[in-house]
Nanobody, 132 residues
Framework: RVQVAESGGGSVQAGESLTLSCVGS????????LGWFRRAPGQRFEERKV???????????????YYSDSAKGRFTISHDHAKKILTLQRNLLKPEDTGDYYC??????????????????WGQGTLVNISS
């Protein structure tokens, strides 16, 4: 059974950087969509929005990336294929980036952007607060 778990949240000021990590396990299919989603303050889990994702066969050559408009130029998603660690490097953070960040996995699903309903394994979330 696929499981994912996030870490790396915290409080930082606008313009600073913060990196989130997600450790995955239990992958049994050849290809997965792995993504980061944000739930903004006051929103419920089902209102979450994708931030970035990677569609991967666990090789660099077989990986494709997607970024939301707000993430482009500031965030970088990557995956350690051996350790199964999904990372979101986040630079030039803005107060609008505040929220709970979740990593998620789906086997062989659309990933540019991913469809939330097909991301069937979710972590518990990690809180990120960016102050002005």
């Amino acid at each position: 059974r696929v499981q994912v778990a996030e870490s790396g949240g915290g409080s930082v000021q606008a313009g600073e950087s913060l990196t989130l990590s997600c450790v995955g396990s239990g992958y049994t299919f050849k290809t997965y969509c792995l993504g980061w989603f944000r739930r903004a303050p006051g929103q419920r889990f089902e209102e979450r929005k994708v931030v970035a994702s990677i569609y991967t066969d666990f090789t660099d050559a077989g990986s494709r990336f997607y970024y939301s408009d707000s993430a482009k130029g500031r965030f970088t998603i990557s995956h350690d294929h051996a350790k199964k660690i999904l990372t979101l490097q986040r630079n030039l953070l803005k107060p609008e980036d505040t929220g709970d960040y979740y990593c998620a996995a789906g086997a062989g699903t659309r990933c540019d952007p991913p469809q939330e309903r097909f991301m069937d394994r979710w972590g518990q979330g990690t809180l990120v607060n960016i102050s002005s």
